[in-house]
């Protein structure tokens, strides 16, 4: 009896272990760095540059700050499926400040992180900042379940016409992006007209 | 990569002895409730009584002693950090914000500038920080930065200064929250204070035993699972850091050690049904009370004890379900026991 409870005993020792362990070291610290919170709406006014694209590199670059101090770019390229606003090429590049070199690594809380071949839709800014995304990471939204789910867990979605977010996927990725280009469309032509 | 290898083999040790074990799953009293505090109708935390008259009694089901934390056991998040540049409105600003978090949690934070702190709050530049982001903290051995800029304008004076709180806040080990300063995404109204809330929560992190990260009552696996999390030269959490030496290190996974609570053996006769279906109530409990405010880490971590309750929860039944087995079949009871009992004699003769 004590031998059948011991190896039972160790069975589930050994994949709890297993688990907690790999729980354990996967985990990362994650408090602090703080954006302001932006609507679904206010991040379409804000957005410059928009696309549905594919992570084709990700590679990391020194760069010189201006205390002459070398740092750490992640450059992650894109491979443009659809572009929704901006003069984009087939491919396009986006620098976020961190990584890991052979010299040094910067880590930065939150930072979103990306992996080759993930397929993504992005707002964000023309311009060189530690994150070009709008909103710091809610300009980020990854394909999953047929449909963008945003770094908070949420899914960007089109309802009755207005775009949202909610908790569960609705499998309606081509909608969605159907809906912004339509969107970025009107808001194109509508400061082309508010310029003449 | 020794010092991870070290809690590595520690943390082998520690799993094999306390996953044998349930896991209880009743919270202990809230530790905040134990303190009396006085705040204002505002909502604000704008005072807390002294808490010295106060103890803690934390109730350890596993054993009949009852361990009291006495006042003296307190340990006040010790923070130490410096401001760099010449920025006095900057370094006023952060001051503000310690003393902000000292005065909502009396006796909760201990800050202190010193010159070679590894935490360094810096103020930048507006263009790189971009339109958007308030605060960054960044890591680079043995570093930690906050970035965090001024030049929001009188409209965003509010969100710079909930940044502000916001970092220390987290600084002091307190979790992200969906709303208040402690959310990492600030809305424009934000108003840069402490809630009550807020305070309570600093100060449950003073008021259990230091070792006990996890505020559940128990200095357990779990803790070192917390500890592990921050095992870090450069500590993210401050509760981390047992000793006070401004690390997470082998000698704070020490003094964890040696309060160290290996869980009883599974009590047998316990009446499985009831204590899966308890436990299944008080995760879904909890579950859903946190699921509103958790980072996907913080729920990355909850599955995990989840998953080490169940796993606990189902040893349990295997066990009975053997114990039924053997009795219904006393033959292949009786091979067991013989070699069991031939085991137990080699032993013995060892």
């Known amino acids: ?196 | 990569m020794v010092a991870r290898a070290f809690l590595l083999t520690l943390t082998i040790f520690c799993c094999l002895g306390v996953v044998s074990a349930q896991e209880q799953t009743t919270e202990t009293s809230n530790p905040s409730e134990t303190t009396t505090g006085a705040q204002d109708s505002g909502g604000e935390a704008s005072a807390v009584e002294d808490t010295s008259e106060n103890t803690l009694q934390l109730n350890n089901s596993q054993q009949d002693s009852t361990t009291v934390v006495t006042p003296e056991d307190f340990n006040p998040l010790n923070i130490v950090y410096r401001i760099a540049g010449e920025n006095e409105s900057f370094k006023a600003d952060v001051e503000e914000a310690f003393e902000t978090w000292q005065a909502a949690s009396v006796g909760a934070v201990e800050a202190r500038q010193e010159e070679n702190a590894s935490v360094i709050f810096k103020a930048v530049d507006v263009a790189l920080m971009g339109p958007d982001t308030l605060s960054l903290k960044v890591q680079n051995y043995p570093e930690t930065s906050i970035l965090l800029t001024e030049s929001l304008g009188e409209t965003g004076a509010n969100l710079y200064k909930s940044a502000l709180l916001h970092e220390v806040g987290s600084l002091a080990g307190l979790p992200l929250k969906e709303s208040g300063v402690m959310s990492r995404e600030l809305s424009a109204d934000i108003v840069p204070s402490v809630s009550v809330e807020e305070a309570r929560a600093l100060e449950a992190q003073v008021n259990t035993a230091k070792e006990d990260l996890n505020r559940n009552g128990r200095v357990d696996f779990y803790d070192l699972v917390e500890l592990a999390k921050n095992y870090t030269e450069v500590p993210q959490n401050y509760s981390a850091d047992l000793t006070g030496d401004g690390s997470v290190n082998d000698d704070d996974v020490k003094q964890l050690q040696d309060l160290y609570e290996f869980s009883d053996p599974v009590d047998v006769n316990a009446t499985v049904a009831d204590e899966t279906q308890a436990s299944s109530e008080a995760t879904t409990s909890s579950t859903s009370d946190q699921s509103v405010n958790q980072s996907p880490e913080q729920a990355i971590s909850d599955a995990a004890k989840a998953i080490a309750e169940q796993a606990a929860q189902i040893g349990e039944v295997v066990q009975e379900k053997e114990l039924d087995s053997a009795d219904e079949n006393p033959t292949q009871d009786s091979n067991v026991t013989e070699s069991s009992s031939e085991e137990e004699n080699s032993s013995d003769g060892q």
């Not at chain 1, 703080?34 to 928009?50: G, R």
């Not at chain 1, 990584?99 to 040094?104: A, I, L, N, R």
């Not at chain 1, 992006?177 to 339509?182: D, K, R």
Request: charged share 20%.
């Open chain 1, 1 to 196: 009896m004590h031998q059948v409870r011991k190896v039972v005993s160790m069975q589930i020792k050994t994949k709890v272990f297993i688990t907690l362990l790999a729980l354990m070291f996967s985990l990362s610290f994650v408090v602090a760095t703080t954006y302001k919170s932006l609507s679904v709406d206010e991040m379409l006014a804000k957005t410059e540059i928009a696309f549905q694209g594919r992570v084709t590199e990700v590679v990391v670059e020194m760069r010189t700050n201006q205390q002459d101090v070398e740092e750490p770019w992640t450059k992650v390229n894109f491979e443009v499926i659809t572009s929704l606003k901006g003069d984009l090429a087939e491919s396009h590049s986006l620098y976020f400040y961190g990584g890991v070199s052979e010299e040094t690594t910067i880590q930065v809380e939150a930072m979103p992180t990306f992996r080759v071949d993930e397929e993504m839709i992005v707002f964000a800014y023309d311009a060189v900042y530690y994150s070009p995304l709008v909103g710091f990471s809610q300009g980020l939204f990854r394909l999953d379940e047929e449909s963008w789910q945003s770094e908070a867990g949420k899914w960007l979605a089109v309802e009755q016409g207005e775009f949202v977010l909610v908790d569960a996927a609705l499998r309606d990725s081509e909608a969605v992006v159907a809906q912004l280009q339509e969107a970025f469309t009107n808001t194109q032509e509508d400061s082309g007209q508010g310029g003449n």
